[in-house]
C-alpha cells in the first residue's frame, strides 16, 4: 500500500527515485510523485521542486522527461489511495504553503480529522483531501531549526500507520520514522537510501537494514543515525540481501506475473533446498519449534495466502494428524479464538507486512500462543514478531497478483506436514518415502507444466472463453483450495466474476449458475475420489455447462466428458495442487492479456495489504 523511496547522496535523485518507484509500482498506481532538491553549501537553503502526478508511473515519467528535475536529495511515492480520489492534488509529495518542507506518507493516519482541525483553526492552507497532508502542516509547526526533532515532535501527535519521510531546504539530510508501515534502509559508500521494500534498493546496495516499529532514522551522505520516538539512539543489525538486482527486473518477459509463473521451478528448488536429507529421507526445518510441545494449529493468512493455508491444513491434518484450523485474518483476529500456550498459531504471508495477518499474530501472542511464520520477505515485521520463521525462499516476487509465492508456501507446508508427521510417529515409512520422492520431483514436474506447447494450448483455451461474463471453478480434497485459488487469479486480473467451490458443494446452490454460457473449469486430476469428480462433470454438461477439465496426462475418464482439456504432468495427489495450479495461473493470464488488462497492476488492488 504505496511504494515509498528516499535518497540522499551524489547520483541524479531523479533517476534513483523513478527506478526505485518502479520496483514499487505493485504497491499502488493511483498517483506517483517526486520532491528533489540540490544539496546546501553551508548555512544556506536549495529549493525543493515537486512534480506529480495522477495514475501511473509512466506518466510521471513522461512529465520528467519534459522538465526534469536536478538534484542530488530526493524523495518519492507511489500512492494506492485511501483517503481523497487518485488525482495530481492528492497525489504525494505534500509540501507546506511555502514548498520549504515536503513528506511522503505509507498509511493511514487515523487522528487526522482532529488535526486537520487544529491545523485549519491555526491558519494553514491545505490543498489535498487526504490523511497524510496533515503530517506536513504539524511538522511545520514544530520546526525550529532541527529537523529530526520536529518530525519526532510532530509525531508525538499522530495516531494511526506511518512510514514517512522529510525532506526540508535547509537540510541535506532526509528524515524518516515508521509505524506499522514498513521501511528498509539501504546503505551505499557516500549515498543512503531508502524504500518501502528491498526491490526498490536493490540495484544500489544489499546491505540493509530494517527498520522496526518506532524507529527514527535521519540519513545524509555520510550515514545515518537511529533513534526511537523518544530520542533514544537504537542500533539495528544490517542484513545482507541475497537476492541479487535482476530478480527485480522483467528479464524479457512482458510482465512480471510471466516471469514469476516461469520462476516457479527455481522458487520451488529454493524452498526444498537444504530440507530434505538424501541419505535418512528426514525433512530437516531450520526451526527450534517442538513438534510434539502443541496440541492444535490455526493457520491464518489473507487471499491467497489463505489458499495456501487450506491446503497446509489438509496436509498437516493428514499426515501429522494434529486438529488444524484455518481463519482468514481480517476474521480472526476479532472472533476471540479459543488459543492457549497449546496452540501453534501459523501465519502464512509473501510480503511479513499485511497488516490484517500481523495484528492476528499479535491477537494471538498476546493469550500464550507458540508462533511459526511461513514468510518469503527476509526482515519483514512478521518475522521479527513470531518465535520461529520457515522462510520460503521464492525470492522478489513484484506482480500484485501472486503465483511462486502461493506453490512455494504450499511447499512450504507440505515440508511442515511431513516434517510433523515424521516426529509426531503419524507418518509411517512407506508413506513418507512416496511423498518424499513426490516431493522432490516438484521442481521438474513444474518445469514440465511450463513446455511450450502446453502453455500455448492454455492460451487457445483462455481465448476461446475470454467473453464469458462469470467462471465457476471446482475442485475437491487437497485440490479444493486450488480450485479457489484459481479462481481469484481469474478475477484480480481479467475482471471475469469467478466463483471456486468444493466440487460437492456444486448442487448445494452454484448448479444454479449453470447454463450453456458458463465455463466451469474441473480439476480432475488424478485422486482417489476422481471418480466423484467426474461425476459432478457429468451434472455440468447435463445442464449444458462448457467443462474444461484439468485432467493427468494420460486421462481417460474425466477428458471424455469436457468440452476442453488442459493436461498436466502426473503428480503424487499430496503435491498436485502445486502442479495444478500452474495451469490455473496461466488460464488467468493469458484471459487477461486477451482483454487487454493490465496484469502487473489490476484495478483498485496492491501487493501487501499495510491498512486494515
Ligand atoms: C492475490 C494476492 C493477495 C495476497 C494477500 C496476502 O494474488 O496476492 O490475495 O495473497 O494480500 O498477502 P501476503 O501474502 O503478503 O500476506
Redesign the pocket.
Known amino acids: 500500500m504505496c511504494g515509498i523511496v528516499g535518497y540522499v547522496g551524489y547520483r541524479n535523485a531523479q533517476d534513483v527515485l523513478l527506478g526505485g518507484l518502479s520496483r514499487l509500482e505493485y504497491r499502488g498506481y493511483d498517483s506517483a510523485g517526486i520532491a528533489v532538491k540540490a544539496r546546501s553549501m553551508g548555512t544556506s537553503s536549495t529549493q525543493i521542486t515537486v512534480s506529480k502526478k495522477a495514475g501511473k508511473l509512466a506518466v510521471l515519467a513522461q512529465e520528467l522527461e519534459n522538465s526534469p528535475l536536478t538534484g542530488c536529495i530526493g524523495i518519492g511515492h507511489t500512492r494506492w489511495a485511501t483517503h481523497g480520489l487518485p488525482n495530481d492534488a492528492n497525489a504525494h509529495p505534500h509540501a507546506t504553503e511555502d514548498g520549504r518542507l515536503v513528506i511522503i506518507h505509507n498509511g493511514i493516519i487515523e487522528n487526522y480529522l482532529s488535526l486537520k482541525e487544529g491545523l485549519l483553526a491555526r491558519g494553514h492552507v491545505f490543498r489535498s483531501e487526504t490523511d497524510s497532508e496533515v503530517l506536513a502542516h504539524l511538522i511545520e509547526e514544530t520546526y525550529r531549526g532541527n529537523l529530526e526533532l520536529a518530525v519526532r515532535e510532530a509525531l508525538r501527535q499522530v495516531r494511526g500507520a506511518y512510514g514517512i519521510v522529510v525532506t526540508h531546504a535547509d537540510h541535506n539530510q532526509i528524515v524518516a520514522a515508521r509505524t506499522v508501515s514498513p521501511l528498509v534502509m539501504g546503505i551505499g559508500e557516500g549515498e543512503m537510501f531508502l524504500g518501502s521494500d528491498v526491490p526498490a534498493l536493490l540495484p544500489y546496495t544489499r546491505n540493509m537494514i530494517f527498520l522496526h516499529d518506532g524507529d527514527m532514522a535521519v540519513l545524509s551522505q555520510d550515514g545515518y543515525r537511529i533513534t526511537n520516538l523518544e530520542g533514544v539512539e537504537q542500533t539495528r543489525e544490517v542484513t545482507l540481501i541475497d537476492w541479487d538486482a535482476e530478480a527485480a527486473e522483467k528479464g524479457g518477459f512482458d510482465t512480471f506475473m510471466l516471469k514469476e509463473i516461469y520462476e516457479q521451478p527455481t522458487a520451488l528448488t529454493n524452498t526444498l533446498m537444504g530440507r530434505l536429507h538424501d541419505e535418512t529421507g528426514e525433512v530437516v526445518l531450520d526451526i527450534a519449534l517442538e513438534p510434539a510441545g502443541f496440541e492444535r494449529i490455526h493457520i491464518v493468512?489473507?487471499?491467497?495466502?489463505y489458499y495456501a493455508a487450506l491446503v497446509g491444513e489438509y496436509l498437516i491434518e493428514q499426515l501429522a494428524r494434529v486438529p488444524v484450523e484455518v481463519d482468514v485474518a481480517s476474521e480472526y483476529r476479532y472472533r476471540e479464538p479459543l488459543v492457549d500456550d497449546k496452540t501453534l498459531v501459523i501465519v502464512?504471508?509473501?510480503?511479513?507486512?499485511?497488516i490484517d495477518?500481523l495484528e492476528a499474530l499479535r491477537e494471538a501472542k498476546k493469550s500464550g500462543a507458540k508462533t511459526l511464520g511461513v514468510i518469503n520477505a527476509k526482515g519483514s515485521s512478521m518475522t521479527r514478531e513470531v518465535d520461529d520463521v520457515l522462510y520460503i525462499h521464492a525470492g522478489p516476487e513484484i506482480g500484485?497478483?501472486?503465483t511462486k509465492?502461493y506453490t512455494a508456501m504450499v511447499s512450504a507446508m507440505l515440508l511442515l506436514a511431513l516434517w510433523l508427521g515424521r516426529a509426531r510417529g503419524t507418518l509411517n515409512a512407506k508413506m513418507g518415502a512416496e511423498l518424499l520422492h513426490g516431493v522432490r520431483e516438484l521442481p521438474r514436474l513444474v518445469e514440465e507444466s511450463l513446455q511450450p506447447e502446453r502453455v500455448a494450448h492454455i492460451k487457445k483455451v483462455a481465448e476461446k472463453y475470454k467473453d464469458s461474463r462469470d467462471y465457476l471453478f471446482l475442485g475437491r480434497g487437497v485440490n479444493a483450495p486450488t480450485a479457489l485459488e484459481g479462481a481469484?487469479?481469474l478475477k484480480?486480473i481479467s475482471y471475469i466474476h469467478a466463483e471456486g467451490y468444493a466440487s460437492g458443494e456444486m448442487k448445494h446452490g452454484p448448479i444454479a449458475l449453470i447454463d450453456s454460457n458458463l465455463p466451469v473449469v474441473v480439476v480432475a486430476t488424478e485422486s482417489r475420489l476422481l471418480e466423484k469428480t467426474v461425476s459432478a462433470i457429468q451434472e455440468v454438461k447435463a445442464r449444458s455447462g462448457k467443462v474444461i477439465a484439468l485432467v493427468t496426462d494420460g486421462d481417460s475418464m474425466a477428458s471424455r466428458h469436457a468440452d476442453d482439456v488442459i493436461s498436466v504432468p502426473r503428480a503424487h495427489e499430496m503435491v498436485s495442487p502445486i502442479v495444478n495450479v500452474v495451469a490455473l495461473q496461466l488460464l488467468a493470464y493469458f484471459t487477461a492479456t486477451a482483454l487487454e488488462r493490465d496484469v502487473d497492476k489490476p484495478r483498485n488492488l496492491a501487493?501487501?495489504?499495510t491498512v486494515e
Open positions: 493468512a489473507c487471499g491467497t495466502a502464512v504471508s509473501q510480503s511479513g507486512e499485511t495477518t500484485v497478483a501472486s509465492a481469484l487469479k484480480e501487493k501487501s495489504v
